[in-house]
């Protein structure tokens, strides 16, 4: 059969005009039309409608449909209509609705009614019912550094000790590229700086996290004045390992070396014991992201310590040098800790390449050594089992958790299988295999 080129055009014109057709017969559709066949599960371009702000009140009651799609779809429209009369309406979906997509459509749509009315009607509205500030935060970014300079200033004049830590918290929040330049000016940040010493202890652990956030030279010091405070320690340690510099590198090092000495802290009060270990730990984690020569003897110290934060806070870090001294210390961690410690220790190092810890793994298995075949045992799946399936299964009696119930269950073991789903029914868990 043979086709002529004209005969082709022809029908290509022919479909051109029917699509033409198609989206003059959508745009001379109104509003309310289109949101009974988004209702009906229809899909429509949102691209090709034409609406001018006599619809306004038709999108704004649609914002309260039963429908999420109608919702969104009429959140999209309003954006496109830039009418400042569907801003409450806007607020009201963002600030309640639990969809993400929803959330996303309101916050897009409130951005491009953008002008001085809009953002002071969100900002209020947002302090007046205590938004969530992560909620808060998509939303106020879509004005740009403006919100933070309009917090800052309330900042200044509020005098409530609750407001106040609000606005701290909705500033730590705003971590744009531009507000987070305008953070590192030390004129800027002052009168969050100012309240680090308030009486009101949530507002100061406030404060410490936005000063860590904001990596600004000129918190540096007030947080080393109060680093002994034991109502804001672990919050400020957490704040200064934000700043890569060697005073605090030399700080964080000088915590495990003072607090690291098991005999000493054997010999402490329940309370006292309790900070030092948070201390340790917290320096333990801040270091795994620093380069000095001096960090991995120093985590090995930390290693030793008997508190399972601090040793397998430790061992995650350590394991990164793999070199001889620090596959050492593992070892010698894995032989002499306690059972829960053992196990997440093998856990941790489940997945390394090391040839030293993998052979300790092999001869764990032989031994029957149920912590760390608990720990390790998905290191033990992916090996031939020969005849040690019963030992798996044992530290799965005995240590075992959902987790490693759900990876037996999918193993492709059926001797696993079938005794996975027995211990799981004794611990009332749930499970089945994924398909």
């Not at 609750?162 to 000016?185: A, H, M, P």
């Not at 009060?269 to 270091?287: F, P, V, W």
């Not at 037996?408 to 004794?426: C, K, M, P």
Request: glycine share 4%; with cysteine; proline share 2%.
């Amino acid at each position: 059969m043979k086709y002529s080129l004209s005969g082709f055009y022809r029908i290509l014109i022919c479909l051109t005009l029917l699509l033409t057709f198609r989206n003059i017969e959508a745009q001379k559709k109104s509003v309310s039309d289109l949101l009974n066949e988004i209702r009906e599960g229809k899909k429509v371009d949102i691209s090709k409608i034409k609406i001018t702000r006599k619809d306004t009140p038709v999108l704004i009651n649609a914002l309260k449909d039963s429908s999420t799609d109608v919702r969104i779809f009429s959140a999209e429209l309003l954006g496109n209509l830039k009418d400042t009369s569907a801003v409450l309406g806007l607020i009201e979906v963002y600030s309640r609705s639990r969809n993400g997509d929803e959330i996303t459509a309101a916050g897009r749509a409130l951005g491009k009614i953008n002008d001085k009315r809009v953002f002071q009607q969100v900002v209020d509205r947002i302090i007046n019912e205590q938004m969530h500030p992560p909620l808060a935060k998509d939303l106020l970014l879509s004005f740009g550094i403006t919100p933070a300079v309009y917090i800052m200033e309330r900042l200044k004049k509020e005098t409530n000790s609750d407001l106040k830590n609000y606005f701290v918290e909705i500033l730590t929040e705003l971590d744009s590229k531009e507000i987070l330049r305008k953070y590192q000016d030390p004129v800027f940040i002052e009168p969050v700086l100012s309240l680090i010493n308030d009486s009101n202890v949530s507002l100061r652990w406030s404060v410490i996290i936005f000063l860590g956030k904001s990596k600004n030279s000129v918190a540096i010091d007030p947080l080393f004045r109060i680093m002994n405070d034991n109502q804001v320690y672990s919050y400020v340690l957490y704040a200064l390992s934000e700043f890569n510099t060697k005073s605090i590198t030399d700080s964080l090092i000088s915590i495990i070396l003072k607090y690291s000495d098991q005999k000493t802290l054997d010999g402490l009060g329940t309370l006292e014991r309790s900070i030092r270990i948070e201390k340790l730990r917290i320096a333990t984690e801040a270091l795994g992201t620093r380069k000095d020569n001096r960090i991995e003897d120093v985590l090995l110290l930390a290693l030793k310590v008997e508190s399972w934060s601090v040793k397998t806070t430790a061992a995650k870090n350590l394991l990164k040098y793999d070199s001889k001294k620090s596959t050492e210390g593992i070892l010698e961690a894995l032989g002499k800790s306690n059972a829960t410690i053992k196990k997440d220790l093998a856990k941790i190092c489940s997945a390394t390449k090391n040839k030293e810890i993998i052979r300790y793994f092999d001869t764990a298995l032989e031994k029957r050594d149920l912590p760390i075949i608990a720990g390790a045992y998905k290191y033990y799946l992916q090996k031939k089992l020969d005849n040690n399936e019963g030992k798996l299964l044992d530290a799965l009696r005995e240590y075992g958790d959902r987790d490693m119930a759900e990876d037996y269950l999918n193993s492709g073991n059926q001797r696993f299988i079938s005794e996975t789903i027995g211990w799981a029914r004794s611990k009332g868990y749930i499970i089945a295999p994924k398909k």
